[in-house]
């Protein structure tokens, strides 16, 4: 669907190819699961459940498809912690590595730990509680 609609706004071509790619060829995960518990259905695989796009093929792609990935797995998180979501950012980060879905995409270890770095740096400002100062109570006359 974000293809077509990518198209009927006339969006640049290179804009319409990091749509195709943004989920790349990964398993979703949470309706794979559901699938499995149930067990309604016999033979599953991960196939079933993947999308059907292309991998990222620009740097650009993959950052979208982890920031994709990221915000919409982020949403689950309690209370985190800076160092909760350092280590949660960098775990999708090498799950999409570890499944090859950034092998197109040419980044490197190094680009990976400046997104890493980024997006808790995102994630940190979003999730900061503001910190409520008491009142200053006048001083008696």
Known sequence: ?????????????EVQ????????????????????ETGEKTNVTSDDYSYQGYRPSS???????LADTVEAVTRTLKKPTIAKLEKFVWDIIMEKFASQELGDSQLTFRDLETIKKSFVQVLAGYYHSRIEYPKVKEAAR
Not at 1 to 13: C, N, T, V
Not at 21 to 33: D, T
């Open 59 to 65: 740097k650009e792609a993959a950052v979208v498809m």
């Open 17 to 36: 190819e990091i749509i195709s790619q943004h989920h790349g060829r990964g398993v979703i995960k949470y309706f794979y699961q559901r699938a499995l």
């Open 1 to 13: 669907m974000g293809i077509e609609k990518a198209r009927e706004l006339s969006l640049p071509q």
